[in-house]
């Protein structure tokens, strides 16, 4: 078994900005694993807030050894890009060694559309504003706030898309009491979830606090060993790829979330199509689908993931699984 893992960079269409800085291309990891003269891909997206670099995951893949499999990447590898990368291409390469796609390899119904947030970045209120008229066509705007002045832009938002769904990320850049006074005006705009309001670590501060809107950990949540910590905090679970460490443990913790009575959110790193791809699998019934970074780029990969009026549609085969 040959792992091969490769740096690709995509530039994005515009700058992208939330409340932890602004870039202009996403970096990814693209892993090949080459079996038997057939090979499966995945990629994965480091992340600084998790202390990961495009370094320290290369290192963490290129220092593996022998056959793998699934199974043993538990192990192996901590819940993170790298097992998400691997994971990701040891089911493509299943699936194309089966001659079956994942959905069937996993017991799962065939996938259909999904429809999908579109995110608008953290600017001032008036090019927000602009952002959510140019795409107030979209049934579902994800607003990223997290500053100490987020009331005019999201009033700003709300105008420019006044008929669209919002849900708004915080990026951890919330107090406690910011959110408990923006709380009562997410209601009075009608704002359908908010995404982690405070820091990871000081979350303790939600429960017993009034929620009128549902509130939906992203950073306390990665997989199923974070849910004990996640009682009486929160109403939503965030799942992304890159922080549950695959396909295999993200399956796995929506279906021990919904068991708990957690709604399911299923997220992303700014990638490709070919990291939305497994994600679409995860999404199929999900609360909310935000999926979207291939529509922030400027380019994409070939066989690029399909989005219209139905939303994400599942990948195709010369695409991933």
């Not at 593996?64 to 993170?80: H, N, Q, V």
């Not at 291409?89 to 999904?114: F, I, M, S, T």
């Not at 890159?242 to 009575?261: F, N, Y």
Request: with cysteine.
């Amino acid at each position: 078994m040959q792992i091969d893992v490769t740096r690709d960079v995509f530039r994005l269409a515009q700058v992208f900005t939330i409340s932890r800085g602004s870039r202009t291309e996403a970096k990814v990891l693209t892993v090949r694993v080459t079996d038997g003269g057939v090979t499966g891909w995945g990629e994965c997206v480091p992340y600084a807030r998790y202390d990961e670099t495009l370094e320290s995951v290369t290192a963490q893949i290129e220092g593996l050894s022998g056959d793998l499999t699934r199974a043993a990447l538990y192990d192996l590898l901590p819940a993170g890009a790298a097992r998400n990368a691997l994971d990701c291409a040891l089911w493509d390469l299943e699936a194309k060694r089966a001659g079956r796609r994942v959905w069937e390899l996993a017991g799962l119904p065939a996938p259909v559309p999904e429809i999908t947030a579109y995110t608008l970045s953290l600017d001032t209120p008036e090019a927000m504003q602009a952002q959510a008229a140019k795409h107030a066509h979209r049934p579902l705007l994800k607003i990223k706030l997290g500053t100490p002045d987020d009331m005019p832009r999201l009033e700003a938002v709300r105008r420019g898309a006044p008929q669209a769904k919002i849900i708004v990320d915080a990026n951890e850049g919330w107090s406690a009491a910011v959110y408990a006074d923006l709380a009562p005006h997410l209601v009075r705009l009608g704002v359908a979830l908010v995404e982690q309001p405070l820091p990871a670590g000081d979350d303790e501060a939600l429960i017993g606090m009034a929620r009128p809107v549902p509130v939906c950990a992203d950073e306390s949540c990665h997989d199923r060993a974070s849910l004990p910590k996640l009682k009486g905090k929160y109403d939503v679970v965030n799942i992304k790829l890159d922080k549950t460490g695959g396909l295999t443990e993200a399956l796995a913790l929506r279906e021990a979330a919904r068991a708990q009575g957690y709604g399911i959110m299923v997220g992303c790193m700014i990638g490709s199509s070919l990291a939305m791809a497994p994600a679409v699998l995860v999404a199929q019934g999900a609360m909310v689908t935000d999926l979207d970074g291939p529509l922030l780029l400027a380019e994409d990969r070939e066989d690029a993931l399909i989005f219209d009026a139905a939303g994400v549609h599942p990948p195709r085969p010369e695409l991933w699984g």
